[in-house]
């Protein structure tokens, strides 16, 4: 019976892959984008500003030594990044207010806010 | 050295999850008498899942140059729901055939019977380890890079520790199983578990919010940072293991009763 629920887990997998390969890719799409460096858990900005109500992207580059990840629970995004690398972030509209993220390779000093206004 | 404890921390958080599982299932085995056959057969399935987690973890960083980014969310969204799944139905499967080995399965069941248990056991053991594998081996490749790159001593240091620490907790654990009483351990256990599978669904769901495809109904019913701070090292632990969110959003908090209620449920009938 666990054999039945193997095939079926591999089944489900197999087609969110398709789906996956169906959902258009949103890379190029024109919205605000936003900076955002972390070197060794150091971000800067630590306090980032935002508009709300407004979808908008978050580009992320790390300028450290070491690998990060760009994690936020409030926001509902990780990412990590090897030294020298960048991605990006899409985030949906926010509700005005103080969302907080940190790197979670890097927790103590890895804290920062993002503040939509 | 801040870091190799940090690494060394994230090392044991991604691997005791399949420790725990592995752990359990392998003093459950211990416990029951007939079960000692089985243990041949979950540490095959560790093998296996050891040999998947590599190929997962490789396939994952595949995955993430060809996929889009809602893609990649969608991708790992459906893996913690699987995991959640998994876990919930090896409590279940573990509480129905405690009664099977506790009758002398040599004469009252025969051989094919018993032999389906122990690849039920195998593939549990192999789905666990290869899922959570998966995630270190990504997890391990995007660290090792930098300054904490393969060549360097911290990397393998770090790893080493992690290690160690993983198998410490498989220890304690087989420990436990002896020296608290059964039923206590058990019960223990099992609430650690299903703790573990709320968690990921918890997870889950949230990608699936994060990328729009489930709404967020109300954003934030109450902030309980005060008490416990999500984004702190304890939090986040408390959060990895639990489910617990110091500002949840309406639907999980509807997702985080529903998942107790039906388990409450599931439990009761099952007694």
Redesign the interface.
Known sequence: ???M??SR?VS??LG??L???I?????GEDIPSFRLECN?GVFKPQKLVVPAAQKFRIDLFNT????I?F???????EK?????GNS???I?PL?P?EY???D?????VG?GTLVAK | M??LA??FF?MWRETVEAMLVVGILHAWLLHHASGKAGIRYLWLGVLMGLGGALLLGLGIEA?STV??????E??QS??QF?AA??IV?MVF?MRRNARNLKKDMEFTLGQRAQEKNW??VA??AA?AVAREGGETV??LS???????SLASPTFWIALGLGVVLAALTFYALQLGGKLISWRLFFKATETMLLMLACALLIGAV??M????IVPALV??LWDSSALLE????FG?VV?AFTGY???PSLTILLVFSAYWAGVRWKLLRSR
């Open positions: 019976m666990v054999s629920n193997f887990i489900v997998l969110s892959l789906l996956t390969a959902a258009p890719a949103k890379a060794n450290g030594t070491e690998a990840e994690e936020s629970l409030q926001l509902r995004k990590a990044l090897n030294p020298g990006f972030v899409v949906y509700d207010g907080k993220f940190f979670d390779f890097h927790i103590k804290q | 801040q870091n940090q690494i994230v995955l996929l889009s980014d809602e893609g990649q969608i991708f459906v893996l699987a799944a998994l139905q499967w690849w039920g593939s549990l789905i990504v997890f995007s660290l090792a890079t930098g300054s904490n949230e990608r919010i994060g990328i729009q954003n934030q999500d984004s702190s090292v986040g959060s969110r110091a500002r």
